[in-house]
């Protein structure tokens, strides 16, 4: 699902990925943790196609960047720190905006709505929502297109408790063909759903996980991580 | 419908639903258009007995700032709620971003063009009756062209700068000069001042010739410009 070899990418002359090497094959979940500044967003991004990295290779579903970026989009599902929906459109207006970018039948947007307990705020303008219901909006406008590979950067963050246990099913719903890189802080959640654990810091691998991984064993290599 | 039309239509759909909703763009244009063309009639129209000659110089220098005005606006809804990485993470192609925004820009152009044109002509044309609007508005529709291919091209680069406030009449309002001097010259031609049809259509294909660079010139350039 993702190879990557020695990515590089600096800001400025600051390395904010130093050589970082991983593979994901499909049905894994791998959690990156880290302290602020390791590089778990800017590898998420470089994922994602949004960032070119400055050195090493990358593909994605078997399609290498930067030749082939454009072929891999449609299998990539990107959940940021931005829920990336219009504010002045309505939640149906959005959904249907990317379900006609992503070329999926527009039926799917108000199951979706449905699904993500929406359905009745359909067509009041997402400015109008919690902050809560922004991001349920912007899980739907994730899984609008069935993405294979879900990069989800700290997804929990916003979202209520029912919010939470939505987010929780379909990460449990996952596994077969798709593949998942959740980052978080939280280390309860990488151990619920982490087949294996990447620990950053400053922009290389400080640690790896393989297999179902204990919390307090986790919770002891970050500690280590960060100190 | 293909998916690249499906997709251009999604995306022209979303620029006008966001106006409609929250006219900030097209209404702001119209209402600096009728204040610069105030200014000018204050500013010398009553000085001088007959304006009909400054009529097209005056529309098309408003219609340029104006476009500037507009084609700034054009990604403050990307800009501010940060959704462009929603629009750049789906297959879609750069050049089709483009393309849809130029069309975004250009019906708000048009639509600046329907108040400005019959406003000139009855602020500075000494013979409104006379002005043949077909004529005026085939130069709108090819100025246009020219006018949002190209603006869209500097505010997609523009938006990732953070002077982009100064960058973009600085680079936009000089390469739009080829396009004031057509523009202003194929709309006098048929003001009736000197019903000049030969200069009339060598302007217009100036401004075609003009919007044709510019398009490929975009359709070259435009997946660097999103690329990072």
């Known amino acids: 699902m993702i190879e990557a070899d020695?990515?590089?990418?600096?800001?400025?002359?600051?390395?904010?990925?130093?050589?970082?090497?991983?593979?994901?094959?499909?049905?894994?979940?791998?959690?990156?943790?880290?302290?602020?500044?390791?590089?778990?967003?800017?590898?998420?991004?470089?994922i994602a196609g949004l960032l070119r990295p400055d050195g090493g290779a990358i593909s994605v579903g078997g399609h290498r960047y930067p030749e082939a970026r454009q072929a891999?989009?449609?299998?990539?599902?990107?959940?940021?720190?931005?829920?990336?929906?219009?504010?002045?459109?309505?939640?149906?207006?959005?959904?249907?905006?990317?379900?006609?970018?992503?070329?999926?039948?527009?039926?799917?947007?108000?199951?979706?709505?449905?699904?993500?307990?929406?359905?009745?705020?359909?067509?009041?303008?997402?400015?109008?929502?919690?902050?809560?219901?922004?991001?349920?909006?912007?899980?739907?406008?994730?899984?609008?297109?069935?993405?294979?590979l879900l990069l989800l950067d700290e997804p929990f963050s916003g979202l209520d408790a029912a919010g939470g246990e939505l987010l929780e099913g379909v990460l449990r719903g996952l596994g077969g063909e798709?593949?998942?890189?959740?980052?978080?802080?939280?280390?309860?959640?990488?151990?619920?759903?982490?087949?294996?654990?990447?620990?950053?810091?400053?922009?290389?691998?400080?640690?790896?996980?393989?297999?179902?991984?204990?919390?307090?064993?986790?919770?002891?290599?970050?500690?280590?991580?960060?100190? | 419908m293909t998916l690249g039309a499906r997709q251009f239509r999604a995306l022209l759909l979303k620029d006008l639903r966001l106006e409609l909703r929250t006219r900030q763009t097209a209404i702001a244009m119209i209402l600096f258009a009728v204040?610069?063309?105030?200014?000018?009639?204050?500013?010398?129209?009553?000085?001088?007995?007959?304006?009909?000659?400054?009529?097209?110089?005056?529309?098309?220098?408003?219609?340029?700032?104006?476009?500037?005005?507009?084609?700034?606006?054009?990604?403050?809804?990307?800009?501010?709620?940060?959704?462009?990485?929603g629009l750049l993470l789906a297959p879609v192609s750069r050049s089709l971003l483009l393309a849809a925004r130029a069309a975004s820009v250009f019906a708000y152009m048009l639509v600046v063009e329907v108040i400005t044109v019959p406003l000139v002509t009855v602020f500075f044309v000494q013979d409104p009756a006379a002005t043949d609007f077909a004529l005026i508005a085939l130069v709108c529709v090819t100025a246009n062209l020219g006018i949002a291919i190209l603006g869209s091209l500097l505010a997609a680069m523009a938006v990732f700068t953070r002077a982009r406030e100064l960058?973009?009449?600085?680079?936009?309002?000089?390469?739009?000069?080829?396009?004031?001097?057509?523009?202003?010259?194929?709309?006098?031609?048929?003001?009736?001042?000197?019903?000049d049809m030969p200069e009339y259509n060598g302007y217009i294909l100036f401004l075609l010739v003009y919007a044709v660079i510019f398009a490929l010139v975009a359709y070259a350039t435009y997946d660097y410009v999103f690329d990072d």
């Open chain 2, 167 to 195: 960058l973009l009449p600085v680079l936009f309002l000089p390469a739009l000069l080829p396009v004031i001097i057509a523009s202003a010259g194929a709309t006098h031609a048929v003001l009736g001042v000197s019903d």
């Open chain 2, 35 to 85: 204040v610069a063309m105030m200014a000018f009639q204050f500013g010398f129209g009553f000085r001088v007995d007959d304006t009909t000659p400054l009529a097209g110089g005056i529309l098309w220098a408003t219609l340029a700032l104006t476009a500037v005005l507009g084609v700034g606006r054009s990604f403050v809804p990307e800009r501010e709620q940060r959704v462009l990485d």
């Open chain 1, 178 to 227: 798709r593949g998942l890189v959740l980052v978080t802080h939280d280390m309860a959640i990488a151990a619920r759903h982490a087949t294996r654990v990447m620990g950053l810091r400053r922009g290389v691998a400080a640690f790896e996980m393989e297999g179902p991984v204990g919390h307090a064993d986790l919770a002891a290599r970050y500690a280590e991580v960060i100190s």
């Open chain 1, 72 to 148: 891999a989009r449609p299998l990539i599902g990107y959940l940021g720190h931005d829920p990336l929906v219009y504010l002045d459109l309505t939640a149906s207006q959005n959904l249907e905006l990317y379900a006609d970018l992503y070329g999926v039948p527009s039926g799917r947007v108000l199951a979706w709505l449905e699904r993500v307990g929406l359905l009745a705020r359909a067509y009041d303008p997402v400015r109008t929502f919690s902050r809560g219901m922004v991001q349920r909006l912007a899980l739907a406008r994730l899984l609008l297109h069935e993405p294979r």
């Open chain 1, 6 to 46: 020695g990515l590089v990418r600096r800001f400025a002359s600051r390395p904010a990925l130093d050589g970082l090497s991983l593979t994901l094959r499909a049905g894994d979940c791998l959690a990156l943790i880290g302290p602020n500044g390791a590089g778990k967003t800017t590898l998420l991004r470089v």
